[in-house]
């Protein structure tokens, strides 16, 4: 298989940019779900 090393790249491709982006945000609501949910449960 064969990839391409983005940081080779002379900018990110937009494609790139909103998958981190989306990618970001949707860690960012797990995170503050779990944190109000008390996970793991007691």
């Known amino acids: 298989m064969q990839g391409t ?3 080779d790249l ?3 491709p937009d494609k790139t940019k909103a998958t981190t982006a ?3 945000a949707n860690v ?3 995170a503050r ?3 109000y949910a ?3 449960p007691s």
């Open 28 to 30: 960012a609501h797990l």
């Open 5 to 7: 090393d983005y940081q």
């Open 22 to 24: 989306t990618l970001a």
């Open 10 to 12: 002379g900018q990110t």
């Open 38 to 40: 008390n996970y793991p």
């Open 33 to 35: 779900r779990l944190k």
